[in-house]
């Protein structure tokens, strides 16, 4: 079966610092990767997906993921945040394979400090 | 707007009662997927259609709830005898042939 775990629960950061959000997976093969981020109140906007192919992938904001195979991990970076950067971000890993679904992980919640 | 649209946006019921919720998938994706978000949580699959077939429903998280995508554009998700558990916010997906899911904004139900 496939996890997702986001170890941090809560990030602060202040505007303008960089960012780093990390997430682990469990899944016998190499899954498709994506990041999603979430205002409240709404539905999950994908920031980014790795299927495969380069590593580093770049995505909608200014937000990249590296897809690290031997750490088993997809960690979101954004070199500078910006207060509207503020919202829960989600880490899912899917495979065709795998019943067409997404896993999720618990989610970080990100603030931005002015 | 093309996206994927839910309705309605909130809902509030008695416990007991039965309700609906519809999902418009972006209109060339053959692929719907329901997701159950609680407060705090990630969102957790329900079930999955392929145009009109449900392939994967084991998910569904009783016999209460129930899917269906008759003609394989839109999608319903009924949930009958409503209980307090069930409250969450609803979230409905479609994609293309892949795992490349845009989501809707979701129907956040309250069970009182």
């Known amino acids: 079966a496939q996890s997702v775990t986001q170890p941090d629960i809560h990030i602060t950061v202040s505007e303008g610092a960089s960012l780093e959000l990390r997430c682990n997976y469990s899944?016998?093969?190499?899954?498709?990767l994506f990041w999603y981020v979430q205002s409240p109140g709404q539905g999950l906007q994908l920031l980014l997906k790795?299927?495969?192919?380069?590593?580093l992938v770049q995505g909608i904001k200014g937000f990249e993921a590296e897809f690290k195979r031997s750490q088993s991990s997809f960690n979101l970076r954004k070199p500078s945040v910006h207060w509207s950067d503020a919202a829960e971000y989600f880490c899912?890993?899917?495979?065709?394979?795998?019943?067409?679904?997404?896993?999720f992980g618990g989610g970080t919640r990100l603030m931005v400090k002015p | 707007d093309t996206g994927v649209s839910q309705d309605p946006r909130h809902k509030i019921t008695k416990r007991g009662q039965n309700v609906t919720f519809r999902c418009d998938p972006i209109?060339?994706?053959?692929?719907l997927y329901w997701y159950r978000q609680t407060l705090g949580q990630g969102p957790e699959f329900l079930t999955y259609?392929?145009?009109?077939?449900?392939?994967?429903k084991s998910r569904l998280l009783s016999d209460r709830f129930s899917a269906e995508r008759p003609k394989g554009s839109f999608s319903t998700l009924e949930i009958q005898r409503t209980e307090q558990g069930d409250s969450a916010m609803y979230l409905c997906?479609?994609?293309?042939?892949?795992?490349?899911?845009?989501f809707g904004q979701g129907t956040r139900l309250t069970v009182v």
């Open positions: 997906a479609s994609s293309l042939e892949t795992l490349w899911a845009f």
């Open positions: 899944y016998g093969a190499t899954p498709y």
């Open positions: 790795y299927f495969s192919g380069d590593t």
């Open positions: 899912a890993v899917g495979h065709n394979n795998a019943g067409n679904m997404l896993t």
């Open positions: 209109s060339e994706h053959n692929r």
């Open positions: 259609f392929q145009n009109e077939a449900q392939l994967e």
